[in-house]
């Protein structure tokens, strides 16, 4: 099983600042990573396909980058309403898996 | 736009059954691969299983194989899953999502809608 680790579990982040949050896959899954939003009491939404793709109707201020083993989910000048928790998804081999999640706390 | 209502959750006692429904509106159903994945509450997400477009294959977690079983029906725009012999750990809420491009479950592909999900606790 591909063992997916985010950098970190939690982060407090100030408006307007921008956030990195890191995803390691345990093994090469090329650029079969995605990311999901989920804020409090909501489904995942879908952010980011294949590592660096965007998604129609998501905010331009996020972006993805990364291939192999290492990548990143970038929010660049955060808004409040970006207060979630951040989850990466590989599908490159079954099962799928996803991170542990980085929960963003708007400070 | 992409309707998925999941329904069925409930509290129930270990080793009791359960059916999960999804149904599906706002997109051709019969397309697409769907599956189903968990979050315990207050924990990350866990693919449970999925199936191809028209019922040829299926796919389990270690952690259900045996004991859950997903289907379809296309004419209803529906999606089911069938748990037998629940235990706690399944408690979870479970959403119903739907494959970005692929009618096949297990091809490389994304998740690119959810359910609002339902909640499953199973406790004596």
């Known amino acids: 099983e591909i063992v997916l680790t985010q950098s970190s579990d939690f982060q407090s982040v100030t408006p307007k600042e921008k956030v990195t949050i890191t995803c390691r896959a345990s093994q090469n899954i090329g650029l079969s990573l995605h990311w999901y939003q989920q804020k409090p009491d909501q489904s995942p939404k879908l952010l980011i396909k294949?590592?660096?793709q965007s998604v129609s109707g998501v905010p331009s201020r996020f972006s993805g980058s990364g291939s192999g083993t290492d990548f990143t989910l970038t929010i660049n000048s955060l808004e409040a309403e970006d207060a979630a928790t951040y989850y990466c998804h590989q599908s490159s081999t079954l099962p799928w898996t996803f991170g542990q999640g980085t929960k963003v706390e708007i400070k | 736009e992409v309707q998925l209502v999941e329904s069925g959750g409930v509290l129930v006692q270990p080793g009791r059954s359960l059916r999960l429904s999804c149904t599906a509106s706002g997109f051709t159903f019969d397309d697409y691969a769907m599956h189903w994945v968990r979050q315990a509450p207050g924990k990350g997400l866990e693919w449970v299983s999925g199936i191809s477009s028209k019922s040829g294959s299926v796919g389990y977690a270690d952690s259900v194989k045996g004991r859950f079983t997903i289907s379809r029906d296309n004419a209803k725009n529906s999606l089911y899953l069938q748990m037998n012999s629940l235990k706690a750990e399944d408690t979870a809420f479970y959403y119903c999502?739907?494959?970005?491009?692929?009618?096949?479950?297990?091809?490389?592909?994304?998740?690119?809608?959810w359910g609002q999900g339902t909640l499953v606790t199973v406790s004596s």
């Open positions: 294949y590592a660096s």
């Open positions: 999502t739907k494959r970005g491009n692929s009618p096949e479950w297990l091809l490389d592909d994304y998740f690119d809608s």
